[in-house]
């Protein structure tokens, strides 16, 4: 992978000046480099991984199979535009599964609000034909990034 | 009353205490320490390996191996100096298993040095081996190395040191604390001054992984080396496996066998939990080594830069993961300056004359660390030098 894609997929607090050091570069082939991966699409944003059991937000994750018809002229694709112009979906995948089309992920501050969604948005959509969701009830890991790892440092001076 | 002093030999009685130790031992209980001092990896061991050495108790290998160690292990020793560094060594004759590359070590120096033999040692360099030579009362010849020879050893400066009286010479490249490695041809140079004599080389590769840039040149591949050679390696710091205690020596088969003799009084076997785990790093652990490297290289970059940034302009180091940093433009001696840098701004670095007098004027920086953990060491050492100027 390019290494300002992958310090950033790493880590999106570096800032322009960490990462030119880190890479040997200037702060300015950082800027170009981060400016023509954007206009090509190929760097879509940067987020923070939140912890939020340990803040006072309410925040539910739920993923969600549906099942679906794929529609004559544009197969999933109209139907996944549905989906995901809803702002409560935070991810949404065509998947390989025997089982189901879609996977929805949908965050939201409770279940009812999460269950409401999925009963008075995604399932009237139309060409879906059944819901199943899964509601997360602890997050171990998310993006490469352990919830509960601790961070103190044993290591001993030893020579 | 019983008085212990009395009881100790005068080999214990006379060994002087680590000049790290010493240093070390000031941040003991101190809050907010923000420490560049460890000479270990920041990295846990990759899980494949721990689970491997969990399997290996959970499956009842909790006995003595063969005092050489497991021949898996051997064998994959075996292969991966000659997968990695194009040398080849018997696993049953020439590879023996030990409790750390300290270990090692120790039981080569004791393998070869009686009273009065010599032993060239380049300094600045880690801590342990003239207190060994000096408890065989083996002479340690230093043989001082310079920042304008990038803390090399020089075919000059070691034909300076070199004579019939020697017997063994250390090679502890890639440098702790120096970062400064040898290559091919500053190898070949020594090798023509070394090959006139009948010294022995104990090359310490430890940190033969640790090369950014360059691949590792190990001595013993040079023409005529081999039969002359202890290569030294081991687990810690490629496969961050420092709690493992967990080494290793390839070298000529009457050399190991003479080690070997030492190690079966002294230690028995290297722990056989450590073996099964070691064996799983080297079967699979490439691509560890290839990740947790591309990692110091960024922070080394980043700390190189940083401290040039705040004016603290240090060589670029090549190998391992230290940076030796120039001090010796503020008045303050490296003790001084490391002294009042935790004092005044609570930040650890390890004063360059614990790695021998010729480090005067310099220090160890560690980046075995997170990145910001070394962004606000280099702010509190930026605060530090703004204060002395």
């Known amino acids: 992978m390019e290494p300002i894609l992958k310090l950033l997929s790493e880590n999106c607090l570096y800032s322009t000046k960490d990462m030119a050091a880190m890479l040997d570069m200037t702060e300015e082939e950082i800027e170009e480099k981060i400016s023509a991966y954007k206009n090509d699409g190929i760097l879509l944003g940067c987020q923070a991984i939140i912890d939020y059991d340990k803040t006072d937000v309410n925040h539910i994750t739920a993923f969600i199979e549906l099942k679906v018809n794929p529609q004559p002229d544009r197969g999933f694709d109209r139907i996944a535009e549905n989906i995901y112009r809803y702002p409560e979906v935070m991810s949404l995948y065509l998947m390989s599964s025997s089982g189901y089309d879609l996977l929805v992920t949908v965050e939201g501050a409770t279940m009812k609000e999460i269950a409401y969604f999925v009963a008075r948005k995604l399932a009237p959509i139309e060409g879906v034909v059944s819901t199943s969701t899964h509601f997360v009830l602890k997050k171990y890991k998310s993006k490469g990034i352990i919830h509960s790892s601790h961070t103190v440092d044993e290591r001993e001076n030893c020579n | ?389």
């Open chain 2, 1 to 389: 009353m019983f008085n212990c002093q009395n009881a100790l030999s005068e080999k214990a009685r006379s060994l002087k205490p680590s000049g790290i130790r010493k240093f070390f031992d000031m941040l003991t209980g101190r809050e907010g320490v923000i420490s560049l001092t460890v000479g270990q990896p920041d990295f846990a061991t990759p899980w494949h390996i721990r689970d491997a050495g969990i399997d290996s108790i959970a499956d009842g290998h909790t006995f003595y191996t063969s005092n050489r160690g497991t021949p898996e292990l051997r064998r994959e020793i075996s292969d991966y100096m000659s997968r990695r560094f194009g040398l080849s060594y018997c696993p049953e004759e020439e590879v023996l298993v030990t409790v750390g590359a300290s270990e090692a070590i120790d039981l080569a120096i004791r393998a070869l040095i009686d009273e009065d033999d010599e032993v060239i040692i380049p300094v600045p360099s880690f801590v342990c081996y003239s207190p060994l030579v000096e408890m065989c009362k083996g002479r340690v010849i230093l043989c001082e190395t310079t920042p304008e020879d990038g803390f090399k050893l020089t075919p000059e400066k070691l034909k300076a040191v070199i004579s019939e009286k020697t017997k063994l010479i250390i090679l502890p490249y890639p440098s702790n604390p120096t970062g400064a490695i040898l290559e091919r041809d500053e190898l070949s140079a020594l090798c023509e001054v070394i090959s006139s004599t009948n010294a022995v080389v104990l090359s310490d590769e430890i940190y033969a992984e640790l090369t950014y840039g360059k691949a590792h040149t190990s001595i013993a591949t040079l023409p005529g080396m081999k039969e002359r050679t202890i290569v030294i390696n081991g687990f810690s710091k490629a496969y961050a496996m420092t709690g493992w205690r967990l080494g290793f020596s390839c070298a000529p088969e009457e050399l190991t066998e003479a080690m070997f003799k030492i190690h079966q009084y002294a230690i028995m076997c290297a722990p056989t939990v450590s073996q099964y785990a070691a064996t799983e790093a080297l079967r699979n652990g490439d691509s560890d080594i290839e990740m947790m490297k591309e990692e110091y290289d960024r922070r080394r970059k980043f700390l190189t830069r940083a401290l040039s940034d705040i004016g603290l302009p240090c060589r670029t180091p090549e190998g391992a993961f230290y940076v030796f940093m120039k001090l010796s433009d503020y008045g303050l001696s490296s003790e001084e300056f490391c002294e009042r840098l935790l004092e005044e701004y609570n930040v650890a670095i390890v004063p360059g004359t614990a790695f021998g007098d010729c480090g005067e004027g310099y220090a160890r920086l560690s980046y075995a660390y997170s990145l910001d953990h070394l962004k606000e060491a280099v702010k509190r050492i930026e605060k530090f030098v703004r204060s002395l100027s």
